[in-house]
């Protein structure tokens, strides 16, 4: 992946957006989006923030983290600067189209459904006790 190739795919997928290489503003659905590229350090990060961190109960914080091992997929909950994010974190060269296709889709799914599913999907991983429910 290169900066050139991430900005015609953004534009398939929105039509305009702010910003330029290395760094995009997006708005998808009213969700607000920050995309950030560094081709020289292979990096890329999409991102959205959720909501302040004041308002993350200690029993949210454990479903995102949960989420984060079993729902959310390749997305992961952050926290940064008082906030809570969804974020997706790649190295940048070997980012294929399809794999940000799809992990875009897991960062919008991860936005709407914090505070619900949690989900970056379709795709569940099942817990220790889920698996041995199925083993019986």
Not at 16 to 43: A, I, Q
Request: charged residues 20%.
């Amino acid at each position: 992946m290169r900066n050139s190739q991430l900005a015609i795919i953004f534009k398939d997928l929105l039509g305009e957006v702010s910003g330029g290489f290395g760094h995009w503003e997006l708005n998808v659905k009213g969700v607000s989006m920050t995309c950030y590229t560094d081709e020289m350090h292979n990096r890329m990060r999409i991102y959205a923030p959720i909501t302040s961190t004041e308002s993350i109960t200690p029993d949210i914080m454990n479903l995102c983290m949960e989420a984060n091992f079993h729902t959310v997929l390749d997305v992961k909950y952050a926290m940064s600067d008082g906030m809570l994010y969804a974020a997706y974190i790649h190295p940048f060269k070997k980012l294929t189209e399809s794999q940000f296709r799809n992990a875009f889709t897991q960062l919008y799914s991860a936005i709407k459904t914090f505070g619900t599913t949690y989900s970056g999907g379709e795709l569940k991983f099942p817990t220790k006790d889920e698996l041995r429910r199925d083993m019986n």
